[in-house]
């Protein structure tokens, strides 16, 4: 899917900031700015604020042929982006 950057929404927990390996919680799918592929807009498919997410640095892109997200977070999609995506 072009256009699209993958962001993580990370465990919001006092102390678990997510240049500290804060688990992932959910994947989220946002639209890349306008004129920056590799750059996420401001919200994501689903409505939410970028500005705490963090940006994957695997990009649907990337991998022709396979999902938005990464296989290995495929039990934390959100489900609104997902239905988004593929719609």
């Not at 919001?12 to 807009?41: C, I, K, M, N, Y």
């Not at 990009?59 to 593929?86: F, I, K, L, M, T």
Request: net charge negative; aromatic share 8%.
């Amino acid at each position: 899917m072009s256009g699209t950057v993958v962001v993580y929404e990370y465990d919001d927990t006092p102390g678990a900031a997510p240049g500290d390996g804060a688990p992932v919680l959910r994947v989220h799918a946002a639209p890349a700015a306008p004129g920056q592929s590799g750059v996420r807009g401001p919200r994501t498919l689903c409505g939410k604020d970028t500005f705490a997410m963090g940006t994957a640095s695997w990009q649907p892109a990337g991998h022709p042929g396979s999902g938005w997200y990464p296989r290995e977070y495929a039990d934390r999609v959100c489900p609104a982006c997902d239905d988004a995506a593929d719609g």
